[in-house]
């Protein structure tokens, strides 16, 4: 079974990220217990990048070179497969405001979130890259798993079904979504890290260009299938030529009608 593990990371309301992995489940199994054995030597129970970072909650009791060296380990951990699978999307908050509110039709592509926007544009690029590895397996498919999120999980899963029936060439790559929390699963730990760094690449190419790449995504960055950035150039492309489900709709009835005309 292939599955992905995929978790989300914003900073202060001005970049919005998911990213995450994916692979085998037997090697899902084989990294997890490696990944849980280091920070369990250092007494962290569930690892979060951003508190790892700022040094909150289970991180208070490291020092700052601790923290350094639990995360360093951990992505070693991580990059040590060729066979793991990263991709990450991002959104810049305020040009999803600037381009959302700019029309009707962009409040309906765009969708109420940028939660929104990142989760469909994940699953495009993880069934885009399936198909470049597994042309020639049909039956390959992708079991997908999110961080769970009170706000978003409901609609999501909603809005998977919406995706699946727009997107009929992703469809048969597209396996089971579920959500599940971090506490419980290791992959969504080594998920939310891939956000965080996905967050902050981005944030520091818009906001602070001069400075270097962070020496964690460089680190990383082998195991990166695909980062998506949507600014403001990007959006304005996508609500001229994005599909919504109401386009899909209209466009059988146009179908049909057309069908019936031609028979008659």
């Not at 906001?207 to 299938?225: F, G, H, W």
């Amino acid at each position: 079974m292939i599955r992905g593990y995929f978790d989300e990371s914003w900073k202060d309301h001005r970049v919005f990220a998911i990213g995450g992995y994916v692979c085998h489940d037997r090697l899902w199994r084989r990294i997890s217990a490696s990944w849980k054995h280091r920070r369990l030597r250092d007494g962290v129970q569930c690892f979060h990048a951003a508190d790892c970072e700022d040094g909150r909650g289970e991180f208070k009791q490291l020092t700052k070179e601790q923290r350094i060296q639990l995360k360093t380990d951990l992505i070693q951990i991580v990059s040590s497969d060729s066979e793991l699978g990263g991709f990450g999307t991002a959104v810049i908050i305020e040009d999803f405001k600037k381009v959302r509110e700019s029309s009707d039709r962009a409040k309906k592509v765009l969708g109420p979130s940028p939660y929104y926007l990142c989760f469909q544009t994940l699953l495009s690029d993880v069934c885009i890259e399936i198909e470049k590895v597994a042309a020639d397996k049909p039956g390959v498919s992708v079991a997908s798993v999110f961080e769970e999120q009170e706000e978003f999980s409901g609609r999501a899963k909603k809005l998977y079904n919406e995706f699946k029936s727009i997107n009929l060439t992703y469809a048969p790559r597209l396996g089971v979504l579920t959500y599940a929390s971090k506490t419980k699963f290791v992959p969504l730990e080594i998920a939310d890290n891939l956000a965080y760094e996905t967050m902050k690449e981005i944030l520091n190419n818009k906001y602070d260009p001069t400075r270097p790449r962070r020496i964690s995504m460089e680190k990383m960055l082998p195991n990166v299938c695909r980062i998506t950035l949507w600014a403001e150039k990007e959006l304005r492309k996508l609500v001229e030529v994005g599909r919504t489900t109401e386009d899909v709709r209209n466009a059988k009835k146009t179908r049909a009608l057309h069908s019936r005309s031609t028979v008659a």
